[in-house]
């Protein structure tokens, strides 16, 4: 059907402007009332990537470790944002900066780096600085390192290089990035101790132990006020212990032991209220008595003053404390074994060889159940040995030998199945050997030379199958074979029985068994 159309009414006109306007009222009615067009519409060209813009345009890093997220929008060439355009990330030094697939930069050392988007053949880049702060602790570590002999230390891992000092061997690092643990134990360490360990505000902890370090402990410690564990033990520093170290109100630990210190024990030390451990032993310190003031310090745990020249009483006062370690040893107290000692039941450790102690070993001994090391030897200690040792069921050292005890030994100790060392030499006792003692299974050394016991070897002794040193020698009354059962001990090293009465048989086996003992003084029974 064809279309029909009106052709508008006109006004009058000049002939001129008629017949323009005509010509064009005729051409747009015939587009519009025409047949329907042979041409389509032409489709705009399709979106591609023609710039692409990064948020942020730049971006400093201030520490390692820290990001930054960056952002790409891809624009086509009518400047409209792509939606779910591709980009791809790139740095142009991995070393100083790291990026992810999602735009995520990381630093990793200081410096400069290019961070590229690409999208298609578009790319553009944006700087990237890292510039950490220089740690004030630094170039005190590198005085340190220096004057303390660092390129011959055992280990200098990391030390002077870029790297984060927290990766420097020894150096433990707060969040902050400061300095809080320094850790040089059997490191080599060599020269004066330097002065620069005091310019550490932050140090918590710092172990020099075993080390070859000399001179005094400087004075510039004192500004240590967070210190908590202090262990110069085992050097050759000297000098008096100075009094300032009693300021460091935060110290629980200090460890001076082994060292050429002289002079007093100071008393400012008594000042250090939060003290749970105190070692000052084998120092050549002016003789006295032991300081009344260590029973004011409540949380002690751990004192050691052996060899440091001590006499006189131990202070009752110390029983108050929670110790776990009392190490009285090689001094001059020439006292009665102290009674109180044995209501302290939190001993694990206690060390009392070599003081002079007279006196007879208390008989409720047996209520220190904690203890695992027990050295009262070379003394002048009587009387008998407590049944009561037989109740410390976690006990693992157990040494009385060099003293005047006399009797038998009790069959109780038979019941410290925990008990590594026996050492009873050099004293009266007498008897027969207990055959339970068979059943120590953890043995691995007894000593009961120079006493007056009697009999035979009993073949429980058989059981002993990690023993390693057996001494039995100078006990004139011990007699006869020794049982076929010592066959069991193919660890034992050494085994001691001269100046007994005691012998092998000599059969072939017992020869080859005493053949792979590497130190004997075995005699051969003589046949019938």
């Known amino acids: 059907m064809r279309s029909s159309c009106k052709l508008p009414s006109m006004t009058v006109y000049s002939s001129l402007s008629i017949k323009l306007l005509l010509v064009v009222l005729f051409s747009t009615v015939l587009a519009a009332c025409g047949k329907d067009s042979p041409t389509k519409p032409v489709p705009p060209p399709q979106p591609v990537p023609s710039s692409i813009a990064i948020t942020p345009q730049s971006a400093t890093l201030s520490a390692i470790g820290e990001t930054v997220s960056l952002t790409a929008t891809?624009?086509?060439?009518?400047?409209?944002?792509?939606?779910?355009?591709?980009?791809?990330?790139?740095?142009?030094?991995?070393?100083?900066?790291?990026?992810?697939?999602?735009?995520?930069?990381?630093?990793?050392?200081?410096?400069?780096?290019?961070i590229t988007a690409t999208a298609g053949v578009v790319s553009v880049s944006v700087p990237v600085t890292v510039r950490t702060p220089v740690n004030p602790d630094r170039n005190v570590l590198v005085s340190i390192y220096l004057a303390t002999d660092g390129p011959n230390w055992t280990n200098n891992t990391n030390w002077l290089s870029d790297l984060p000092i927290s990766t420097w061997f020894g150096v433990t690092t707060k969040a902050t990035g400061r300095v809080e643990r320094l850790e040089f134990r059997r490191n080599r360490l060599s020269g004066a101790m330097p002065s620069e360990f005091g310019k550490i505000p932050d140090l918590k902890r710092l172990d020099l132990s075993l080390n070859d370090l000399s001179g005094p402990i400087p004075l510039e410690l004192r500004n240590l006020n967070k210190i908590e564990y202090l262990d110069l033990s085992h050097n050759d520093l000297s000098g008096e212990i100075p009094s300032m170290l009693g300021g460091l109100s935060s110290l629980v630990d200090l460890y001076l032991d082994g060292n050429s210190f002289s002079g007093e024990i100071p008393s400012e030390l008594g000042k250090l209220t939060n003290l749970k451990a105190l070692w000052l032993s084998r120092l050549d310190l002016t003789g006295g008595e032991i300081p009344l003031w260590i029973g004011d310090l409540p949380k002690l745990a751990s004192l050691n003053l052996g060899s440091t020249n001590r006499s006189g009483e131990i202070p009752q006062a110390l029983g108050d404390l929670p110790l776990r370690v009392l190490n009285l040893s090689r001094n001059n107290l020439s006292v009665e074994f102290p009674s109180w000692l044995a209501d302290v039941t939190t001993l694990v450790y206690l060390d009392l060889s070599r003081t002079g102690l007279t006196?007879?070993?208390?008989?409720?001994?047996?209520?220190?159940?904690?203890?695992?090391?027990?050295?009262?030897?070379?003394?002048?200690?009587?009387?008998?040995?407590?049944?009561?040792?037989?109740?410390?069921?976690?006990?693992?050292?157990?040494?009385?030998h060099e003293n005047d005890l006399e009797g038998e030994i009790p069959p109780s100790i038979g019941n410290l199945t925990n008990l590594r060392l026996l050492y009873l030499d050099e004293n009266q006792l007498s008897g027969p050997i207990p055959s339970n003692l068979g059943g120590l299974a953890n043995v691995t050394s007894i000593g009961l030379s120079e006493n007056n016991l009697s009999g035979n070897v009993p073949a429980e002794y058989g059981s002993l199958t990690a023993l390693e040193h057996l001494y039995l020698h100078k006990n004139i009354s011990m007699i006869g074979e020794l049982p076929r059962e010592l066959l069991n001990l193919q660890n034992l090293e050494i085994l001691r029985l001269d100046e007994t009465q005691l012998c092998a048989s000599i059969d072939t086996e017992f020869h080859v068994w005493l053949d792979g003992i590497p130190s004997k003084h075995v005699t051969l029974c003589l046949p019938d």
Do not use: F, H
């Open 359 to 400: 006196g007879e070993i208390p008989s409720d001994i047996g209520k220190l159940i904690n203890l695992s090391i027990l050295y009262l030897w070379d003394n002048n200690l009587s009387g008998e040995i407590p049944s009561g040792l037989g109740n410390l069921a976690n006990l693992e050292l157990l040494r009385l």
């Open 74 to 114: 891809v624009l086509d060439q009518y400047s409209n944002a792509i939606a779910g355009a591709i980009v791809n990330w790139s740095s142009s030094d991995m070393d100083v900066v790291s990026v992810s697939v999602d735009g995520l930069v990381t630093a990793l050392k200081n410096g400069s780096a290019e």
